[in-house]
């Protein structure tokens, strides 16, 4: 963190730590939902109509991204921002 940026106090910790949390948590839930999504969705035929060079990009980006997110253990994340753990 940069000088100055610093928190100056545990509830400055907690805060900055909650957030990052927290949005981790808002961006895996998004990327699997949107992965789960493009799996049923065939992106080259209207309204898309994507190249299927396109449609591959963008599905194994997606794919990747989803995979990671998900082998994350979430079990300390979970108990910082108070979801249940089970």
């Known amino acids: 963190?940069?000088?100055g940026?610093?928190?100056?106090?545990a509830d400055e910790v907690n805060i900055n730590v909650g957030t990052v949390c927290r949005q981790f948590e808002s961006t895996r839930d998004?990327?699997?939902a949107q992965q789960q999504w493009l799996?049923?969705?065939?992106?080259t035929?209207?309204?898309?109509?994507?190249s299927a060079a396109d449609q591959t990009l963008i599905k194994?980006?997606?794919?990747?991204?989803?995979?990671a997110l998900q082998a994350v253990d979430t079990t300390?994340?979970?108990?910082l921002i108070g979801l249940p753990t089970s």
Do not use: E, Q
């Open 1 to 3: 963190m940069p000088a």
């Open 5 to 9: 940026l610093s928190p100056r106090n």
């Open 30 to 32: 998004a990327t699997h």
């Open 39 to 43: 799996v049923a969705t065939d992106l």
């Open 45 to 50: 035929v209207p309204p898309y109509s994507l």
């Open 60 to 67: 194994s980006a997606i794919a990747t991204l989803d995979t």
């Open 76 to 79: 300390f994340i979970a108990r």
